[in-house]
């Protein structure tokens, strides 16, 4: 049972548009998110995370929006760059749940210029 | 920041022979690493927890035996995947964590070949 779904395996943004990444999540336990960029054969990289005691975090392009009684986050990148292009991951944890993160199946994002 | 390195980044061995995997955390100490494995177009799935100076805390159907992890100080962890089998050829991540408001550093992977 996927407890954190991507539903969306791929997008196609153009450059300078937004990029939406969309990420549910079904264990109410979970009150911490993250959102990871990742290259083929390389080890996930950080990008922005959010507490489930806020609804919005921004950091430069990136933001992370939480809907906590949809069980919804999304990752809005605007404007979008061809260096985008990745998979990107959704992971959630919390203490209940050892802090081990739970990782959705990735959204394969291209950025065309 | 944090860097959290892993070694070897690839590696091809002969099918029944033993491969160590090192994941080192270089400028913090790590009270926890996770192991991880993916397979092609999948997501990252946990395989083990260790905490340093106790035993590894594995995920349902992953074969303790078959994968030792060792967590000998603050700053190193070692997966030993043994015997090992084509089927066990897959990419390899570890990851190091100081608590989850601390954030999580990933090594760079380690790409398993078994022949």
């Known amino acids: 049972d996927q407890q954190v779904k991507q539903n969306s395996p791929s997008l196609s943004v153009q450059e300078g548009r937004i990029s939406i990444l969309n990420c549910d999540y079904t264990?109410?336990?979970?009150?911490?998110f993250l959102w990871y960029k990742k290259y083929p054969a390389e080890g996930p990289t950080f990008l922005i995370s959010?507490?489930?005691?806020?609804d919005k975090n921004e950091d430069g392009r990136f933001t992370v929006f939480l809907n906590k009684s949809a069980k919804h986050l999304s990752l809005h990148i605007v404007p979008s760059q061809p260096g985008d292009s990745a998979v990107y991951f959704c992971?959630?944890?919390?203490?209940?749940?050892?802090?081990?993160?739970?990782f959705g199946a990735g959204t394969i994002l291209r950025v065309k210029s | 920041g944090a860097v959290v390195s892993q070694h070897p980044s690839w590696v091809i061995c002969k099918s029944g022979t033993s491969v160590k995997i090192e994941c080192r955390s270089l400028?913090?100490?790590?009270?926890?690493m996770f192991w991880y494995r993916q397979f092609p177009k999948q997501s990252l799935m946990l395989m083990a927890t260790?905490?340093?100076?106790?035993?590894?805390?594995?995920e349902q159907g992953v074969e303790k035996d078959k994968f030792l992890i060792n967590h000998a100080s603050l700053t190193l962890s070692t997966l030993t995947v043994t015997s090992a089998h084509p089927e066990d050829s897959s990419f390899y991540i570890c990851?190091?964590?100081?608590?989850?408001?601390?954030?999580?550093?990933f090594g760079s992977g380690t790409r398993l070949t078994v022949v």
């Open positions: 990851s190091a964590s100081v608590g989850a408001s601390y954030g999580y550093t």
């Open positions: 264990n109410s336990m979970f009150d911490y």
């Open positions: 959010i507490s489930s005691i806020k």
């Open positions: 992971a959630a944890t919390s203490p209940e749940y050892g802090n081990k993160l739970v």
């Open positions: 400028d913090f100490q790590a009270t926890t």
């Open positions: 260790s905490n340093e100076g106790s035993k590894a805390t594995y």
